[in-house]
């Protein structure tokens, strides 16, 4: 990759699949012994989705990446169109994944399966999107932006310090975060056991 803004984007990509494939582990799981453990680390794991790919690294490619690369090659506007509404549906799914998961701990067993089936259901739309996007939408752009647009994008996604992306810098504020999913979530994105 001669960009570093598509380093980040691969890297990030990277570390929110880990998440998902932990995410769908500890659904296979179940609670288990530790129920209090168990939904600690889930909720841990949707706010750092809900924190970091919707909050930071979305806006930034519907921000910076989609409209110059749909200006640049209209070939791809119906898959950017697509993407963005992707974008807009995973800041719902998530936090429709969060109230689903505190009513299934709050009210019990009777909310599990509907919280199972929106979470394996929300992975395969996002790991589906990342697809869509190293496949198609970055290879594109590779083609058709201009160095200005790479300087532009690199230092905006440089900035967003993603706590479970190796070598990125991470805001200190996000420790407890970080630390509370390495430590409890299993492999490949924790320590935890599987």
Do not use: C
């Not at 494939?21 to 949707?46: C, E, H, I, N």
């Not at 070939?75 to 169109?81: A, L, N, S």
């Not at 429709?96 to 979470?119: M, N, S, V």
């Not at 805001?171 to 492999?187: C, G, K, Q, S």
Request: hydrophobic content about 40%.
């Amino acid at each position: 990759m001669k960009h570093a803004s598509q380093k980040i984007i691969h890297d990030e990509h990277f570390a929110l699949r880990s998440m998902l494939r932990s995410l769908t582990m500890m659904v296979d799981r179940g609670p288990a012994q530790d129920r209090d453990q168990f939904f600690d680390t889930l909720r841990a794991m949707l706010f750092y989705i809900d924190e970091f790919p919707e909050r930071l690294h979305h806006p930034k490619e519907s921000d910076l990446l989609f409209p110059r690369v749909a200006r640049l090659a209209p070939q791809t506007m119906e898959t950017i169109v697509r993407l963005e509404k992707d974008h807009a549906r995973g800041e719902s799914s998530v936090r429709e994944l969060q109230h689903q998961l505190l009513a299934w701990e709050l009210i019990g067993d009777t909310r599990r399966a509907a919280f199972e089936q929106a979470a394996r259901s929300y992975v395969g739309f996002y790991l589906e999107h990342m697809q869509v996007e190293e496949s198609f939408i970055l290879p594109v752009a590779e083609q058709v932006l201009g160095e200005a647009d790479w300087q532009e994008m690199d230092a905006a996604f440089a900035a967003n310090q993603d706590p479970l992306v190796p070598g990125h810098p991470r805001d200190p504020v996000y420790d407890l975060l970080f630390t509370r999913i390495v430590t409890l979530a299993p492999a490949p994105i924790g320590l935890g056991h599987d």
